[in-house]
């Protein structure tokens, strides 16, 4: 009989599989499926930045005039888009007396400012846990990379350590040192980071001479990136570590905490026509996958092809690479 239950940031799991922040988590009842099918946790959609600032209809008028078509699919494309802050609140509270899973609330912030005191409103609303989503695509050429870095440092020195819940940072992976950075990043009294965020990719229309607006899902190969990355820094940081991008099935979510992650989440495999029911598929999977392994519960493997810390790496960083080419070449 396997064990398939954890802990997140301090949060008890009934299994490392997260839902993660997208539209499907956005209301209460889809959360609750998520729940009945085995999540061991949610991550509601994340509340924007622009939608504290402004009603929803303002945001959308300024995004529309800015040239920013990007930023306004991925918005529109969300349902937190369409509901203001204190509605975002409510979805908490409703979120947290229906469910008995840890509700985790998303932030998408791209400056200090406006944020601190709504994130306290978060907190006192009854999340579980918040999660920073730093969503920002740099493309101000006067902005050097050292700066990028510091203006995202600063989005998250700006509240971990301001609230009692625990923070975790979900970031992309186009950092020029990205081991650096994360490494700078746990330093800020943060308790988990989200390894990685997939950014909407634009889509042109060839015929109408414009951008497509949709939403465009991962696939399993996308995997590979978030997983060599949590191989090759699971050693080296000490918060916790949960995955997302390319999870479509239990390979995806065992290399995943084989690697080192404390959790998984599961995101665009929701919007397959099995939906929820995912969830269920892939715990089945795994502990299927324990028995034939021997694994009694998830430490019992979890991290075990993480890069050691000292000595012979296992080949997540340019070994592999170099061993495969040789060998092609005998
Ligand atoms: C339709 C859609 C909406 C999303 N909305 C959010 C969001 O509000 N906040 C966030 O942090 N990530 C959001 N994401 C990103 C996902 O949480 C996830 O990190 C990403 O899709 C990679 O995981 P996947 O390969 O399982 O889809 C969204 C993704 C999709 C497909």
């Not at 008890?12 to 946790?41: F, N």
């Not at 992650?261 to 919007?271: G, P, R, T």
């Given at each position: 009989?396997?064990?398939?239950?954890?802990?997140?940031?301090?949060?008890?799991?009934?299994?490392?599989?997260?839902?993660?922040?997208?539209?499907?988590?956005?209301?209460?009842?889809?959360?609750?499926?998520?729940?009945?099918?085995?999540?061991?946790?949610?991550?509601?959609?994340?509340?924007?930045?622009?939608?504290?600032?402004?009603?929803?209809?303002?945001?959308v008028a300024v995004l529309e005039t800015q040239d920013n078509p990007e930023a306004y699919d991925y918005i529109r494309a969300d349902y937190p888009m369409q509901i203001g802050p204190e509605k975002y609140l409510d979805t908490?509270?409703?979120?947290?007396?229906?469910?008995?899973?840890?509700?985790?609330?998303?932030?998408?912030?791209?400056?200090?400012?406006?944020?601190?005191?709504?994130?306290?409103?978060?907190?006192?609303?009854?999340?579980?846990?918040?999660?920073?989503?730093?969503?920002?695509?740099?493309?101000?050429?006067?902005?050097?990379?050292?700066?990028?870095?510091?203006?995202?440092?600063?989005?998250?020195?700006?509240?971990?350590?301001?609230?009692?819940?625990?923070?975790?940072?979900?970031?992309?992976?186009?950092?020029?040192s990205l081991a650096n950075f994360i490494k700078r990043l746990t330093a800020l009294d943060v308790q988990a980071v989200v390894m990685f965020n997939r950014f909407?990719?634009?889509?042109?229309?060839?015929?109408?001479?414009?951008?497509?607006?949709?939403?465009?899902?991962?696939?399993?190969?996308?995997?590979?990136?978030?997983?060599?990355?949590?191989?090759?820094?699971?050693?080296?940081?000490?918060?916790?570590?949960?995955?997302?991008?390319?999870?479509?099935?239990?390979?995806?979510?065992?290399?995943?905490?084989?690697?080192?992650?404390?959790?998984?989440?599961?995101?665009?495999?929701?919007?397959?026509?099995?939906?929820?029911?995912?969830?269920?598929?892939?715990?089945?999977?795994?502990?299927?996958?324990?028995?034939?392994?021997?694994?009694?519960?998830?430490?019992?493997?979890?991290?075990?092809?993480?890069?050691?810390?000292?000595?012979?790496?296992?080949?997540?960083?340019?070994?592999?690479?170099?061993?495969?080419?040789?060998?092609?070449?005998?």
């Amino acid at each position: 009989m396997t064990d398939l239950s954890t802990t997140y940031m301090g949060l008890k799991l009934v299994s490392p599989l997260m839902a993660g922040s997208s539209t499907i988590t956005g209301t209460v009842r889809k959360l609750k499926s998520l729940e009945d099918a085995g999540a061991g946790a949610v991550v509601l959609g994340s509340i924007f930045e622009e939608q504290v600032r402004a009603e929803v209809s303002d945001m959308v008028a300024v995004l529309e005039t800015q040239d920013n078509p990007e930023a306004y699919d991925y918005i529109r494309a969300d349902y937190p888009m369409q509901i203001g802050p204190e509605k975002y609140l409510d979805t908490i509270r409703q979120a947290k007396a229906l469910l008995r899973i840890p509700v985790i609330a998303s932030l998408n912030c791209t400056t200090r400012d406006h944020w601190i005191s709504y994130a306290r409103k978060i907190e006192q609303a009854g999340a579980d846990a918040l999660e920073l989503n730093v969503y920002d695509i740099p493309h101000d050429p006067a902005e050097d990379a050292a700066a990028v870095e510091q203006r995202h440092l600063n989005l998250v020195a700006g509240v971990s350590g301001e609230l009692r819940i625990p923070v975790a940072v979900k970031i992309g992976p186009h950092y020029t040192s990205l081991a650096n950075f994360i490494k700078r990043l746990t330093a800020l009294d943060v308790q988990a980071v989200v390894m990685f965020n997939r950014f909407f990719q634009p889509e042109i229309d060839i015929e109408k001479l414009k951008l497509k607006s949709g939403i465009n899902l991962s696939h399993a190969e996308d995997s590979g990136l978030p997983v060599r990355w949590i191989a090759l820094l699971r050693g080296l940081i000490p918060c916790d570590i949960a995955m997302t991008t390319g999870v479509h099935g239990a390979e995806g979510a065992i290399k995943g905490l084989l690697a080192g992650a404390n959790a998984v989440q599961v995101c665009s495999a929701l919007y397959t026509p099995a939906g929820a029911g995912v969830i269920g598929d892939i715990l089945k999977g795994m502990s299927a996958w324990m028995d034939r392994h021997d694994f009694g519960c998830i430490a019992d493997f979890r991290g075990s092809l993480a890069e050691p810390a000292e000595g012979a790496g296992r080949g997540f960083a340019r070994a592999q690479y170099v061993k495969d080419l040789l060998g092609r070449r005998e």
